[in-house]
Nanobody, 124 residues
Framework: EVQLVESGGGSVQAGGSLRLSCAASGYTGSNYVMGWFRQAPGKEREGILSIDTSGNIMNALSVKGRFTISRDNARNTLILQMNSLQPEDTALYYC??????????????????WGQGIQVTVSS
């Protein structure tokens, strides 16, 4: 069974940094497109960064230049490095994997595996 487990969330002041990790098990992660999504209270879940098996990255404008995504296929780990955090980045952050995609995508529909989510809170 495929499992994704996020870690590294928490609270930080505006301008600070956090690093989220996603540990994958139950499959060979290198064959899957991976992504990070987030959902703020009262809002739709949005894709913020995605990386495909060739390392090609797609990012949302809201995080461009501040957040980066990387993957360690040997360790089946996905990383989200978040810098210059702002209060509007406060949300539940989800790791996701897709066995259906070939290329990066911020559309949540093709992602068939999801982590449980982890809270990130940024105070002003």
């Amino acid at each position: 069974e495929v499992q994704l487990v996020e870690s590294g969330g928490g609270s930080v002041q505006a301008g600070g940094s956090l690093r989220l990790s996603c540990a994958a098990s139950g499959y060979t992660g290198s064959n899957y497109v991976m992504g990070w999504f987030r959902q703020a209270p009262g809002k739709e879940r949005e894709g913020i960064l995605s990386i495909d098996t060739s390392g090609n990255i797609m990012n949302a404008l809201s995080v461009k230049g501040r957040f980066t995504i990387s993957r360690d296929n040997a360790r089946n780990t996905l990383i989200l490095q978040m810098n210059s955090l702002q209060p509007e980045d406060t949300a539940l952050y989800y790791c996701a994997a897709s066995s259906l995609l070939r290329y990066s995508s911020l559309d949540r529909s093709p992602y068939n595996y999801w982590g449980q989510g982890i809270q990130v809170t940024v105070s002003s």
